[in-house]
């Protein structure tokens, strides 16, 4: 392990853009938490980047349940002194991309609790992980969908949950601020995924690659930041 190698935590990280963001960071030999819901299916995928010859990392986290918000941040403390990073990958999206007309009180409940409710909860959780990591960076995986500058009426409930994600990205910005902890939301683009569907035009490895970059190419000194690949989303 190099000397700048950073101690990291993706959530939803058992496939998708979060597993392949652990791929590509643990090739930059940086140490990763790969965190999941299912144990079995993330150990599934700690197996599997075992081997192709990557080690990371396995932490049970449900983002929907706040005991395990608490049970996985006291699981962490007990095996980390510090979290350089942390990034807020795991999401859900209705399956029928209806207008806010149709959207059910279900729909809209479970996406706010995964999308926004379980970032902020996970973030207060392992302030004093991150604040012991610092200069620290929280990454939020937002969407176009969520910018309110460009909101169209598909998706109520995932453009909605992102959009109040944003927002809870800069309150934990301006929050985090004085503690040396940096906290921007930033969009992978459309990617295919399982939810990003098979006409997405980017594949996983360059969704992945745009939120790795923030950790690469990104000074910690920028906060507060609505990013995409080639430069700002308007909040
Ligand atoms: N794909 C795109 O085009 C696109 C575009 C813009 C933004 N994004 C954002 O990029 C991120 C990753 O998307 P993706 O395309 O990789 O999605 P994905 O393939 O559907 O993967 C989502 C991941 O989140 C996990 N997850 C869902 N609910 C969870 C919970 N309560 N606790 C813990 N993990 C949970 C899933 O676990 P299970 O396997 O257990 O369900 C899965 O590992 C999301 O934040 C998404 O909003 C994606």
Redesign the pocket.
Known sequence: MSTSSQTILV??????????ICRQLARLDHRVIL????SE?GQKAVADLAREGLKVEFLQ?????ES?IQAAANDLKKRFKALNVLI??????ETWGGTILDVTAAELRDTF???TL?PILLTQALLPLLKAGRPARVIN?????GSIQNMTDGWAS?GIS?AALNAATRKLAGALAPHGISVNAA???????????ES?P?T?EK?AKN?VRLVTDVPHTLTNHYLEENGEIPW
Do not use: F, H
């Open positions: 959530t939803g990280a058992n496939k998708g853009i979060g597993l392949e965190s999941a819901r299912s299916r986290l449900d983002l929907a349940d395990s807020n990958n795991a999401a859900i999206l609790i995964t999308n379980g995986l937002s969407s176009q969908l995932y992102k969009s992978p683009g459309w990617v295919r995924t399982e939810m990003g569907g997405a980017l996983v969704g939120i």
